[in-house]
Structure formats: structure tokens, C-alpha cells
T-cell receptor, first 110, second 115 residues
């Protein structure tokens, strides 16, 4: 299947800093979903984007879907220790089957 | 129940043993998915059910892996003659097709260690 590529694989952030993680595809995506997985936990849904150029915000998290619907980004402002975890993007097919990227592991130092 | 429930949470098996992992999805959720997550990796799709019908099993790594959902609710993932490379967390997820958000609800997972 068509994979989505995530960069970076690993992000070390100082508390209070901003960072961005990216999700890229070689083909047009019908939608993109983002999940967060805390260490030792399970993936938890954050958001789904479906429209070209869509931007959605959840408090300190800003999600964007590219105009060509081939890439997406997650930007976190003023990082907190609670933001620690791995952030996955993924694409779904018509049945809702989700194909995950490899994830960006985020470590936050106080 | 309130969420997706999986059991056992932890399973240690000797190589060659058979194991069975259970998933109890959210009540009313038609779609059920199994994923395999190796340490430090993203979840990899194994198989998908819509009610009792297994519509996609393209991700099952070998014929030692078998999944069923006979009554369209609880599902069981069975692994026969376990190998060390089967060691992973097995995640179950359920969803309502056509839901506005498309969200998959994941269980806590079953961590399988094969010695």
C-alpha cells in the first residue's frame, strides 16, 4: 500500500519551545489522521483533516493539510512535558482501514 | 463497555505454543481492526472485520495467524506455533463506518513475548 513518511523520526525539545512534525505522501490523500501514543500506552485519536489547505487548532496544537493533499503537519507551541509521546499520522481507505506512518517520537526536557 | 477491552494484557509464550488474544470492541461498533506494533515502530495493519465478515486479511504475516469474529462483536486473534519474531504488542481498534471524525478507538493492547 501507499505509505506516508514522517519526519523527523525523533525530536528532542526543550520545554517551552515550539516544534513541527511532518507527514508526506507521494500520492494524493483523501484524508489524514493524527494520533498520539504516550510511552506504554495506545494510540489516541487527535484529529482528521479532509479538505485541501485545511487548518485546525486544538489549544497548543495546529494541524495543517497541504493544498495538494500530499502532506500534513502538526505544530506544537510552548511544548510541555505532557506532550511527550509518539505522534503518528496515517491515511485511511474507504473502509476506514488506517495505515500509519512510522511516527515522530518527542522527548521534552524541563 | 466504555472502551475497547483487550485480554490478556501480557502474555509470555514458549516458542511453538499457540496463543489466543481477545478483543471486545465498543458496543455497536461495526468495524474492527487488528494491528501489530513492534518495539519502536508504528502499528502495522493485520486484518479488518465488518460485523462478522473478514473483509481484509492482507496484513497477516503468515498462515500461523488467524482471526475471527463469529458473532460480529468479540474478536479473537490466534497465533499458532509462536516464533520469537511474533513478539509485539497486538492492538485492537473499533470504529463506526461513516462516522464524522473517522476515529479509530484503540484498546490497551496485548503484549506478547515469545521466549
Amino acid at each position: 500500500g501507499q505509505q506516508v513518511m514522517q519526519i523527523p523520526q525523533y525530536q528532542h525539545v526543550q520545554e517551552g519551545e515550539d516544534f513541527t512534525t511532518y507527514c508526506n505522501s507521494s500520492t494524493t490523500l483523501s484524508n489524514i489522521q493524527w494520533y498520539k501514543q504516550r510511552p506504554g500506552g495506545h494510540p489516541v485519536f487527535l484529529i482528521q483533516l479532509v479538505k485541501s489547505g485545511e487548518v485546525k487548532k486544538q489549544k497548543r496544537l495546529t494541524f495543517q493539510f497541504g493544498e495538494a493533499k500530499k502532506n500534513s503537519s502538526l505544530h506544537i507551541t510552548a511544548t510541555q512535558t505532557t506532550d511527550v509521546g509518539t505522534y503518528f499520522c496515517g491515511r485511511t481507505d474507504s473502509w476506514g482501514k488506517l495505515q500509519f506512518g512510522a511516527g515522530t517520537q518527542v522527548v521534552v526536557t524541563p | 463497555g466504555a472502551g475497547v477491552s483487550q485480554s490478556p494484557r501480557y502474555k509470555v509464550a514458549k516458542r511453538g505454543q499457540d496463543v489466543a488474544l481477545r478483543c471486545d470492541p465498543i458496543s455497536g461498533h461495526v468495524s474492527l481492526f487488528w494491528y501489530q506494533q513492534a518495539l519502536g515502530q508504528g502499528p502495522e495493519f493485520l486484518t479488518y472485520f465488518q460485523n462478522e465478515a473478514q473483509l481484509d486479511k492482507s496484513g497477516l504475516p503468515s498462515d500461523r495467524f488467524f482471526a475471527e469474529r463469529p458473532e460480529g462483536s468479540v474478536s479473537t486473534l490466534k497465533i499458532q506455533r509462536t516464533q520469537q519474531e511474533d513478539s509485539a504488542v497486538y492492538l485492537c481498534a473499533s470504529s463506526l463506518p461513516g462516522s464524522y471524525t473517522g476515529e479509530l478507538f484503540f484498546g490497551e493492547g496485548s503484549r506478547l513475548t515469545v521466549l
